[in-house]
Every structure is written in structure tokens, then in C-alpha cells.
């Protein structure tokens, strides 16, 4: 079992900055890949980032490339999100997402608004 708390959500103007946490808590942290996904009112949840467990290969959706960093730090069991050049489309709840094998576990979401 995982428990995934994520923090960091806040609302900025177009074209700020903000860094999400995900913490987790309860396995190893470094066994897990690690996702990040993000959700707006009447859609599906959407992935955006991924980063492996052990070798911290990152993968990106299109069209945060260049503007999100996700990393991760498996000493102090945290996932984070550096997301830069945001914009009005951007608002969302982000979620974390730990995944191993059939495993797949969720945190509660952290809002970000982006205001134009």
C-alpha cells in the first residue's frame, strides 16, 4: 500500500510558476514509477508526466514539454512537479499516481487555477 498526499496546488496569473509535491508514505518509494495527471470539470483524467522508479527516466505528454519538469527525490519519498510558463488552460486538479506491476494508487488532487 501507498498513501500519496499531494500539496502545492494555488492560483497564479498566466505565465507564473508552481511546484507540486506528492509525498508518500507506507512502501518504497523507489520501487514505484511515478505519474502525475491532471483533471478539469466534465473530463477524463489526463496523464501528463511520468517518471521511472529507479532510473528516473521522465516521459512527457506534448504539450507540457518545455514548460513541466516532474522529479523525484526516494530519500525523502517525494514526487514534484515543476510547472513554468503556466496557462488559463493549465487549471486543473493534478493528481499523483503510484504504479507497480497491477498496483495503482491515487492522492486526493491539488487545485491550480491560471488566471489570463
Known amino acids: 500500500q501507498v498513501q500519496l498526499v499531494e500539496s502545492g496546488g494555488d492560483s497564479v496569473q498566466a505565465g507564473g510558476s508552481l511546484r507540486l509535491s506528492c509525498a508518500a508514505s507506507?512502501?518504497?518509494?523507489?520501487?514505484?514509477?511515478m505519474n502525475w495527471y491532471r483533471q478539469t470539470p466534465g473530463s477524463e483524467r489526463e496523464w501528463i508526466a511520468a517518471?521511472?522508479?529507479?532510473?528516473?527516466?521522465?516521459n512527457y505528454i506534448d504539450f507540457v514539454k518545455g514548460r513541466f519538469t516532474i522529479s523525484r527525490d526516494n530519500v525523502k519519498n517525494v514526487l514534484y512537479l515543476d510547472m513554468n510558463q503556466l496557462r488559463p488552460e493549465d487549471t486543473a486538479v493534478y493528481y499523483c499516481?503510484?504504479?507497480?506491476?497491477?498496483?495503482?494508487?491515487w492522492g486526493q488532487g491539488t487545485q491550480v487555477n491560471v488566471a489570463s
Open positions: 499516481n503510484a504504479r507497480r506491476y497491477k498496483e495503482s494508487y
Open positions: 517518471i521511472t522508479g529507479t532510473t528516473g527516466r521522465v
Open positions: 507506507g512502501s518504497t518509494f523507489s520501487r514505484y514509477d
